[in-house]
Antibody, heavy 116, light 107 residues
Framework: EVHLVESGGGLIQPGGSLRLSCAASGFTVSSNYMTWVRQAPGKGLEWVSVIYSGGTTYYADSVKGRFTVSRDNSKNTLYLQMNSLRAEDTAVYYC??????????WGQGTLVTVSS | DIQMTQSPSSLSASVGDRVTITCQASQDIGNYLNWYQQKPGKAPKLLIYAASNLETGVPSRFSGSGSGTDFTFTISSLQPEDIATYYCQQYDNLPLTFGGGTRVEIK
């Protein structure tokens, strides 16, 4: 069964850093495109980043230069390194596998709260 | 960036009703559109891909249509378990963008 589990969220002060993890089972992360999507409290979905199987990465303008997506093939895990965090980064962060640009499946999400 | 405009933002309908949601793209995206369902407190779930293709395991009361800039998502007979927010998403160009969502409630 294909499954994704995010972790690493929490309360962080503005300007701080956090690394989210997305552990995959049932498929190989490095052979797939993978994406991060976030959802601010009570708001809609916002695409954050994608990493292609070849390693190319793309980011939303709102996080470019502050967030970095990566993966550890030995752990079959996707990461999102978030630096210089702002209050507006507060959201539930989801990872998802991308198959012909379909996001499926999604993880359960991890909440990041940026507040002093 | 491609803007995705969904309407209505919310609707209330009775069990058994036909429900229609529209999604308009700010430019031609062909059929590069997906629809997702998000139940409260849960992650989104893919329902329709490439505008009109039903994902495996999704009930046939869900359907999608359209191409270019105008798309429609339909629930042919609303069921209590369909209470959720529905999102369209384009994948013609990066950045990928979502519609604002449509909250569906039971009247």
């Amino acid at each position: 069964e294909v499954h994704l589990v995010e972790s690493g969220g929490g309360l962080i002060q503005p300007g701080g850093s956090l690394r989210l993890s997305c552990a995959a089972s049932g498929f190989t992360v490095s052979s797939n495109y993978m994406t991060w999507v976030r959802q601010a409290p009570g708001k809609g979905l916002e695409w954050v980043s994608v990493i292609y199987s070849g390693g190319t990465t793309y980011y939303a303008d709102s996080v470019k230069g502050r967030f970095t997506v990566s993966r550890d093939n030995s752990k079959n895990t996707l990461y999102l390194q978030m630096n210089s965090l702002r209050a507006e980064d507060t959201a539930v962060y989801y990872c998802a596998r991308v198959v012909t640009w379909r996001f499926d499946p999604w993880g359960q999400g991890t909440l990041v709260t940026v507040s002093s | 960036d491609i803007q995705m405009t969904q309407s209505p933002s919310s609707l209330s309908a009775s069990v058994g009703d036909r429900v229609t949601i529209t999604c308009q793209a700010s430019q031609d995206i062909g059929n590069y559109l997906n629809w997702y369902q998000q139940k409260p407190g849960k992650a989104p779930k893919l329902l329709i891909y490439a505008a009109s293709n039903l994902e495996t395991g999704v009930p046939s009361r869900f359907s999608g249509s359209g191409s270019g800039t105008d798309f429609t998502f339909t629930i042919s007979s609303l069921q209590p378990e369909d209470i959720a927010t529905y999102y369209c998403q384009q994948y013609d160009n990066l950045p990928l963008t979502f519609g604002g969502g449509t909250r569906v409630e039971i009247k």
